[in-house]
C-alpha cells in the first residue's frame, strides 16, 4: 500500500524542522560560558556505551529475526561503537589518567572521531548492504561471520592503536574550524543520509524513517557543534556528546516500532495459517468426498456402459442377420435400389456394434490391472511389421526400424495395441504410391521429458498430416478428420484407446506434423514394475 501523502509531506517538514532547530540551536548556544568536566564526559559516554550496546543487540536480533542486511550492518556497526564509546570514555576518565603514551587533550578527541568515523562509515555501509541485497537475483544475506570478523580486528586494532601510537594534537585554534578533522566522518553520515532520502523507504518504513533522523543529528553534531569546539568539554564539546545519545535513541525507537510491527506481522501470518490450514483441510475432505462420489460414479457408468452394450449388440445383430436374410429371399423383389439400402442397413448395424465394442474396451481399461512382463520392443515391431504386411497385402509400405530399441517391463500386450494403431494410421491416412513408416527411440534428454524412468518411442510416416488445430481432436474418441471412403473404415477410436493405455503406463503421447509432409507421433512409456 502506497504511503499517504500527506504523512511524507508531515515527515519531510519534520526533517527541515529538525535541521532548523539544530542550526539555531547552536546560534543561540554558541557563545555560552559552560564548562563541561572529565566526570560529566565519562557519565556521558557510559549512557552512550549502554544506549549502543542495547541498540546493536536489537538490531541484530531483528536480522535474525528476517534476515535483512540493513540491520546487519547497523547492528555490528552499533556494538563496535559501543567498544569504542566505552573506551572512550574509560581512557579519558581520572583513574587512568598517566597510563596511555599520548596527553588527554589529545587522545580524548581523536578516541571520539575513532567512534565516530566507525559509526558512520556502517551507517554508509547498511545502505551498500541494502543495495547489494535489492540487486540480487535472489534474496542474497551478506555472510555475517566475515563482518563480525572485520568488526573485530578494526575495533582491536583501534584499542591498541590509542595504547602505542603517539597522537597529534587535535585542537585548531588557529583555523575558522577547531577540529577539521570531525567533518570526516560528518561527510559520511552526510552521505549515508542522502543514500537513504534516495531510497525513500522512510517514506513507509518507520525504522527508516527514525534512521533518517538519526543521521540528521549526527550530521548535525560532527559538522555544527563537535567542528566548532576549540577546546575539551566547552559547550560545543557537549553538546555534540549529547546529541550523539539523542541519535541512538532515535535509532533504538525505530528498531522497537520495526520489533513491535514484525511480531503483529508474525501474530497475523499465525492467524492466516491457521485459516489457511482450516480451510485446507476442508478442501481436503471435500476433495475426499468427490472422489469417493466421483469413483461410485465412475463404477456406475463403466457398468452402464457394458450393460447398456451388451443389450444393444443382441439387436444389432438381429438388424444385421435380418436385413442379410432379406436380400437373400426377397432380392427379387426388392429391386436394386432396396437391396443397396438393406446393405446400408447391415453395414451400418456392423459400424454401430463396432463402435460399442471400442466404447466397451476403453471404460474397461482402467478395471484391469498390469500384466507386466519384460517387452523385447524390437521383437514386438517385428512380429506386427510382418503381420500387418500379410494381412492388409502392403507391397508399397517400407518399414525403417530402430534396431536398437529399448527393453523393460510393461504390459506387452496392450503396449503392442498402441503400436499397432499408429502404425496402421500411418499406413492408412497415406495415398503416396511408396509409403515409408520409420519406427525408433528417444532418450528422454533429447526430447521434453526427463523423468528417467520414462522411455520414448516415435513413430513417422509420410502421409497426409494433420493441421496443427486437430492435434487435440484427433484424440476424441470416435472423431475422424477424414472420410472413410478415402482413408479407411476405422471409427475412430485407435487413439483414444492408445492414449488412455500411454497414460496408464504414466506416458504421455503428443505429434509432431505438415500438411502434405507426414506426421511423427511421439509417446512415452513408463517402465513398470514387475509386480505392478
Not at 199 to 213: N, R
Not at 457 to 473: A, Q, T
Amino acid at each position: 500500500m502506497s504511503p499517504d501523502k500527506s504523512v511524507i509531506k508531515q515527515k519531510k517538514i519534520t526533517y527541515w524542522l529538525l535541521f532548523a532547530l539544530l542550526f539555531f540551536s547552536y546560534m543561540l548556544m554558541r557563545d555560552s560560558d559552560w564548562h563541561g568536566s572529565t566526570e560529566f564526559h565519562t557519565l556521558l559516554e557510559t549512557v552512550a556505551t549502554i544506549l549502543s550496546f542495547i541498540v546493536g543487540i536489537l538490531a541484530l536480533l531483528r536480522f535474525y529475526s528476517k534476515k535483512n542486511n540493513t540491520f546487519l550492518f547497523i547492528g555490528t556497526g552499533f556494538l563496535s561503537t559501543g567498544f569504542l564509546d566505552g573506551y572512550h570514555g574509560v581512557v579519558t576518565s581520572t583513574w587512568f589518567v598517566g597510563l596511555f603514551i599520548s596527553l588527554p587533550d589529545h587522545l580524548l578527541p581523536w578516541s571520539w572521531v575513532a567512534s565516530r568515523l566507525f559509526l558512520s562509515a556502517f551507517m554508509l555501509l547498511s545502505l551498500w548492504a541494502w543495495r547489494k541485497e535489492f540487486n540480487a537475483t535472489d534474496r542474497q544475506v551478506i555472510n555475517e561471520r566475515l563482518v563480525y570478523l572485520f568488526t573485530s580486528v578494526f575495533t582491536m586494532m583501534s584499542f591498541l592503536f590509542f595504547v602505542f601510537v603517539p597522537l597529534p594534537r587535535a585542537y585548531y585554534p588557529e583555523l575558522f574550524f577547531g577540529r577539521p578533522q570531525e567533518f570526516i566522518p560528518a561527510l559520511f553520515f552526510l552521505l549515508a543520509l542522502l543514500g537513504y532520502l534516495r531510497k525513500g523507504g522512510w517514506k513507509k518504513d518507520p525504522f527508516e524513517h527514525w534512521l533518517v533522523l538519526s543521521l540528521i543529528v549526527g550530521f548535525m553534531g560532527q559538522a555544527m557543534f563537535m567542528s566548532f569546539s576549540y577546546q575539551l568539554f566547552d559547550f560545543e564539546f557537549d553538546a555534540a556528546h549529547l546529541l550523539k545519545k539523542v541519535s541512538y535513541i532515535f535509532v533504538l525507537i525505530g528498531l522497537f516500532i520495526s520489533i513491535y510491527k514484525l511480531f503483529l506481522s508474525s501474530e497475523k501470518q499465525k492467524k492466516d495459517l491457521k485459516l489457511e490450514v482450516a480451510f485446507r483441510c476442508r478442501a481436503e475432505k471435500k476433495l475426499k468426498n468427490t472422489n469417493t462420489a466421483l469413483s461410485k460414479s465412475n463404477r456406475d457408468l463403466q457398468r452402464f456402459a457394458y450393460i447398456a452394450s451388451h443389450d444393444l449388440k443382441e439387436p444389432l445383430r438381429g438388424i444385421h442377420n435380418f436385413s442379410s436374410f432379406l436380400i437373400e429371399d426377397y432380392s427379387d423383389k426388392l429391386g436394386n435400389d432396396g437391396e443397396k439400402k438393406l446393405k446400408t442397413l447391415g453395414r451400418l448395424a456392423q459400424r454401430i456394434e463396432l463402435m460399442i465394442n471400442a466404447l466397451l474396451y476403453y471404460t474397461r481399461i482402467d478395471e484391469h490391472g498390469f500384466e507386466n512382463t519384460k517387452t523385447n520392443f524390437n521383437e514386438i515391431i517385428e512380429n506386427l511389421k510382418n503381420s500387418i504386411l500379410e494381412t492388409k497385402n502392403k507391397k508399397n509400405v517400407e518399414f525403417y526400424i530402430d534396431n536398437n530399441l529399448p527393453q523393460f517391463y510393461c504390459d506387452k500386450a496392450r503396449v503392442t495395441e498402441v503400436f499397432h494403431n499408429l502404425i496402421l494410421n500411418a499406413i492408412e491416412f497415406n495415398d503416396n504410391d511408396r509409403k515409408l513408416i520409420k519406427i525408433g527411440y528417444k532418450a528422454n534428454n533429447e526430447l521434453r521429458l526427463s523423468d528417467s524412468p520414462s522411455h520414448t518411442f516415435y513413430i513417422k510416416d509420410n502421409g497426409v498430416g494433420i493441421k496443427e488445430k486437430y492435434f487435440e481432436r484427433i484424440f476424441v474418441i470416435f472423431k475422424r478428420l477424414n472420410g472413410r471412403e478415402n482413408y479407411g473404415s476405422g471409427i475412430g477410436a485407435g487413439l483414444t484407446i492408445s492414449k488412455k493405455i500411454i497414460e496408464k503406463h504414466g506416458g504421455e503421447i503428443w505429434l509432431e506434423s505438415k500438411m502434405g509432409k507426414g506426421s511423427t507421433f511421439f509417446f512415452t512409456i513408463k517402465e513398470q514394475n514387475i509386480n505392478n
